[in-house]
C-alpha cells in the first residue's frame, strides 16, 4: 500500500528510518551527484515531507528555495520547476533501475504533484513514465496540499531525523565500500593516491552538527580543548522549552550533513581505496592518536568540526564563523587580488557561498591531510565537487602539478552560488602552494 506524504509525527520510527536512509542514499548517489538541481529538488520535497510540511511543496516554494527564483515570480510564465520535475521523475526511475535496483522501497513522484510517494518496491513495478510532450511547458496542476501540521520546529525535526542517517548510513556505506568501486579517479589520481596510503589507515572524519546545534541553541562557542572534553559538551544548559525527549535526543544521537555522507560515498568508490584500510569516524570519538597514526580526511568548517582548528594556523584561507555577523573565508596576508576576507551574505542577490580545498602534511609531518570545508552546506558541498569534478579539478592540477607528476601540498578557495542549500558551479577564486 502506498503511503503519500506522511508526516514525520505520523510515522513509527522504523518507517521514518526507512525512508530517511532511503533519501540519503538516493541523494549521495552517482546518479545525483552530478545533477545537483535535481538533488536539491529532491532534498527539498523530500525534507518536509518526512517533516509533514505538505503546504510549502508547491511550484512556488520549489522555484524561490531551490532554483533561486524572487518571491514575486510567476510560475505560469516560468516553467523551471515543472520541467525540472520531469527530469527529477526520468532520474529517479533511472535510479531505482541501476544504483538502487534492490531498494526494497521507492520514491515516486505522481505527475499532477510535487509530494513524493514512498512505494514498496514489490510486488508493485516501477511504472516508466510516457516521454515528455511536444511542448515541454505544459503547466502540471498541483494536486492539492495536506495542511501543515502546527506546534512544531521542522528544521530542528530534520536535525533530529538525520540522526539515524549519520548512524546507520555510515555503517551501511562501508558494507558497499568493496563492489561500488570507479574505474577511474582521473586528475585527482595523485591526490587519493597520496591519501590512500598501504602503511597506515585512512580516516574520513564528517561534521558534526551536533555540536552546531547545541551552539546555536545555547549562544555558546566550543573550541577544540573544549571540545576534547566530554563532560563540557553534555554539560551545556538547553532551553527550557525544549522536551525531554528532544534535548535527550540532541545529546546522545550522532549527527551529521548530507554533503559529507554524499563525500563519503564517493570518497569509498575511489579504486585507491582497494588496498587500504578506510573507516569513517565520528568527530566526537576521534583522539589525537589517531590523527597522528592515519591519514585523515576532515569535513566541515572548525566550527561543526574543531579538529579543523589543529591545521588552520598552516592554512592562508580559514573558515570563520562570527554570531554577530555570517560564515567567512579569512585570509591571512592577502595578495593584491585576494579580498581580506569572503563572507556569505544571505542578503547577497547572487547567493554566493564559499568553499575550501586543503592538501597538506598531517600533523608531526607524518601522513597527509584533506580538509573540505564551506561557508555553508553549499560551500562544502561545491569544495567536495572540485575534488571528483574531473572538468574542474583536471586544469587546476595540470596548472600546479610537479615535473614528476605529484600534486604539491596546496589550498584552493572557491566561489559558488548557493541555490535551495546546494552548489549547482564553482570557480576557483584563489590558490596557494603550500610547503
Known amino acids: 500500500m502506498t503511503d503519500k506524504g506522511l508526516g514525520t509525527s505520523q510515522q513509527s520510527s522504523p518507517e521514518l528510518n526507512d525512508r530517511l536512509r532511503l533519501v540519503a542514499r538516493v541523494l549521495s548517489s552517482t546518479t545525483f551527484m552530478k545533477s545537483p538541481r535535481l538533488k536539491g529538488f529532491l532534498e527539498f520535497i523530500c525534507a518536509r515531507t518526512l517533516d509533514g510540511k505538505h503546504a510549502q511543496i508547491n511550484e512556488q516554494q520549489i522555484g524561490v528555495h531551490v532554483f533561486g527564483r524572487e518571491p514575486s515570480y510567476n510560475p505560469g510564465e516560468d516553467s523551471i520547476v515543472r520541467s525540472q520535475a520531469r527530469f527529477l521523475r526520468q532520474r529517479l526511475e533511472e535510479y531505482f533501475k ?14 499532477g ?4 510517494v514512498f512505494e514498496k518496491a514489490h510486488p508493485v ?30 528544521s530542528l525535526l530534520w536535525w533530529l531525523a538525520l540522526a539515524v542517517v549519520g548512524c546507520l548510513l555510515m555503517a551501511d556505506l562501508w558494507s558497499r565500500h568493496a563492489s561500488h568501486h570507479e574505474s577511474t579517479s582521473g586528475a585527482a589520481h595523485s591526490l587519493w593516491a597520496a591519501l590512500f596510503d598501504s602503511s597506515r589507515p585512512t580516516i574520513v572524519v564528517p561534521s558534526d552538527s551536533t555540536l552546531v546545534i547545541l551552539e546555536d541553541l545555547t549562544k555558546t562557542s566550543v573550541h577544540l580543548p573544549e571540545y576534547l572534553d566530554r563532560d563540557s559538551i553534555s554539560k551545556m544548559v538547553l532551553p527550557s522549552n525544549l522536551t525531554p525527549l528532544t534535548a535527550s535526543g540532541i545529546y546522545s544521537h550522532q549527527y551529521t550533513s548530507v554533503a559529507d555522507l554524499g563525500f563519503a560515498v564517493q570518497f569509498a568508490r575511489l579504486p585507491e581505496a582497494k588496498t587500504t584500510q578506510t573507516v569513517v569516524r565520528y568527530a ?27 591545521f588552520s594556523s598552516k592554512t592562508p584561507f580559514y573558515v570563520d564563523y562570527d554570531p554577530a555577523s555570517d560564515n567567512s573565508v579569512a585570509v591571512r596576508n592577502p595578495t593584491n587580488h585576494e579580498a581580506a576576507s569572503y563572507r556569505e551574505n544571505p542578503a547577497d542577490a547572487e547567493h554566493r557561498a564559499y568553499g575550501v580545498v586543503a592538501f597538506l602534511p598531517g600533523l608531526e609531518g607524518q601522513g ?14 561545491s569544495a567536495s565537487d572540485f575534488l571528483f569534478d574531473e572538468a574542474s579539478f583536471a586544469p587546476f592540477a595540470q596548472q600546479i602539478r610537479k615535473p614528476d607528476g605529484s600534486l604539491p601540498h596546496f589550498e584552493v578557495l572557491l566561489e559558488t552560488r548557493s541555490i535551495g542549500g546546494n552548489a549547482p558551479q564553482s570557480r576557483v577564486v584563489s590558490y596557494r602552494i603550500l610547503p
Do not use: C, F
Open 125 to 154: 513495478p516501477v511504472v516508466a513514465e510516457a516521454p515528455p510532450a511536444e511542448s515541454p511547458d505544459t503547466p502540471e496542476t498541483p494536486v492539492q496540499s495536506e495542511p501543515a501540521i502546527p506546534g512544531r520546529s521542522p
Open 98 to 111: 541501476t544504483e538502487g535496483r534492490d531498494e526494497e522501497m521507492h520514491i515516486l513522484i505522481p505527475k
Open 113 to 116: 504533484s510535487y509530494i513524493p
Open 368 to 381: 597527509q591531510a584533506l580538509l573540505v570545508e564551506g561557508t555553508s552546506m553549499a560551500g562544502t558541498e
Open 284 to 310: 566526537r570519538d576521534l583522539r589525537m592518536s589517531d590523527l597522528k597514526q592515519a591519514n585523515v580526511v576532515l569535513i566541515g568548517g572548525a566550527r561543526a568540526n574543531p579538529w579543523i582548528e589543529l
